[in-house]
Each structure stands twice: as structure tokens, then as C-alpha cells.
Nanobody, 123 residues
Framework: QVQLVESGGGLVQAGDSLRLSCAAS????????MGWFRQAPGKEREFVAV????????HYADSLKGRFTISRDNANNTVYLQMNSLKPEDTAVYYC????????????????WGQGTQVTVSS
């Protein structure tokens, strides 16, 4: 069973960049597809990005393409989310998630979750 710990969140200004990290332990990281989701106050948790086990295949929420980049380092059991040109509407708790098989954009498909890291973007 894999455990996930996110880090890198914080308070930034609109237009800034931020890189989130998610460290995995307790499983064979290179066999998991990894995803990022986010949840803003009063809203449902939504898909942000996902990457397959090798890092070759990635998918993004349409509204985030071009600003966010997901990547992974299997040697260090870590997945990243690079966020550029941040906007106030990006304010949310960002969650890392893992699933054993193919990539998915549905939160219900992911069985392992981190505790989340808060990202706040001021205008």
C-alpha cells in the first residue's frame, strides 16, 4: 500500500509560479499512475493532471493546459506539478493520488490519496 505526502504549497501572488511535490512510500512507485486533483472551498474535488507509470503519457484538465506540467522521478519516488502564471481561481487544496493501472481522469478511480497541500493565489 502506498503512502503519499504532498509539499510545496503556499501563498503566492497572481502570475507567480509554484512547484508541488508528492513523495510516495510503501509501494512500487514505478507501477502506479499518478494524478493531481484540487478542491476549492465549497466545490467538488476536480481533476488537474495525470501521468502514467513511465512518464511518457500525460493528460490535463482542458482549462489548465499550457500552464501546469506534471512530471515524475521514479528513482526518487516523487511526482511533481509545476504551476505557472497562477491565478486567484487556482486557489485550492491540491491532492496527489495514485492508482495501480492505467491513467484516469476520474477521482473515483484512484485508491490512494495524500493529505493535500494548500495553494493560495492573491490578486
Amino acid at each position: 500500500q502506498v503512502q503519499l505526502v504532498e509539499s510545496g504549497g503556499g501563498l503566492v501572488q497572481a502570475g507567480d509560479s509554484l512547484r508541488l511535490s508528492c513523495a510516495a512510500s510503501g509501494g512500487t512507485f514505478s507501477t502506479y499512475a499518478m494524478g493531481w486533483f484540487r478542491q476549492a472551498p465549497g466545490k467538488e474535488r476536480e481533476f488537474v493532471a495525470v501521468i502514467n507509470w513511465s512518464g511518457v503519457s500525460t493528460h490535463y484538465a482542458d482549462s489548465l493546459k499550457g500552464r501546469f506540467t506534471i512530471s515524475r522521478d521514479n528513482a526518487n519516488n516523487t511526482v511533481y506539478l509545476q504551476m505557472n502564471s497562477l491565478k486567484p481561481e487556482d486557489t485550492a487544496v491540491y491532492y496527489c493520488a495514485a492508482r495501480r493501472t492505467a491513467v484516469s481522469t476520474y477521482r473515483e478511480a484512484f485508491g490512494y490519496w495524500g493529505q493535500g497541500t494548500q495553494v493560495t493565489v492573491s490578486s
